[in-house]
């Protein structure tokens, strides 16, 4: 049997979003900042710590019948900055796009410190740098706080 038969695959979708090269171990990460609960009429699909040709191993997220928002692929960047979007209509792949994580992150993020100029009644939005990509941290730039992974959790 050749390796290509060999291959454990989930099924094609018709239509919605495949996000792909989701780093091994990420998936329910991704699926909570999606507000996907299971509880939704939606065909979800979620493969974990398959073997994979670019990285070691990856995850993959499938949703039927949903396409991202701008603000949903940004939050997916700060867990997945190696993720590929693609586009399914009518099972082929119309569209592919990375994800980018930008070097400053604004607006998508709070600061968790209270004392935070940011979290007080000053019209002032949060702004973050990316000191790591993985494990993500990332520093405010008001009070200098570090905000990790769980942290971001906790906020979508
Ligand atoms: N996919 C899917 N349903 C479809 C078409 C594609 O679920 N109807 C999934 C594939 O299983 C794959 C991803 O969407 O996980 C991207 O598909 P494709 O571009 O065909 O795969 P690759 O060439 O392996 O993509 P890349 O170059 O991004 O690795
Ligand atoms: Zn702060």
Request: some cysteine; overall charge positive; proline content about 4%.
């Amino acid at each position: 049997m050749s390796a290509e038969n060999r291959e454990v695959r989930v099924s094609k979708i018709k239509d919605g979003t495949v996000i792909d090269h989701i780093s091994g171990g990420y998936a329910l990460d991704v699926a909570k900042i999606l507000g996907i609960t299971g509880h939704e009429h939606q065909v979800v699909t979620i493969a974990m710590n398959v073997p994979s040709k670019r990285f070691r191993t990856k995850d993959i997220v499938k949703i039927e019948g949903r396409a991202l928002s701008r603000q949903e692929l940004n939050r997916i960047a700060l867990l997945a900055p190696k993720a590929s979007i693609n586009i399914i209509r009518n099972y082929k792949v119309v569209e592919k796009q990375e994800v980018k994580l930008p070097t400053v992150i604004e607006d998508i993020v709070k600061c968790i410190n209270p004392t935070c100029i940011t979290n007080s009644n000053e019209p002032v939005l949060a702004k973050f740098r990316v000191d790591s990509e993985e494990p993500l941290m990332l520093r405010c730039l008001y009070c200098g706080y570090i905000l990790e992974k769980a942290d971001l959790l906790r906020q979508f």
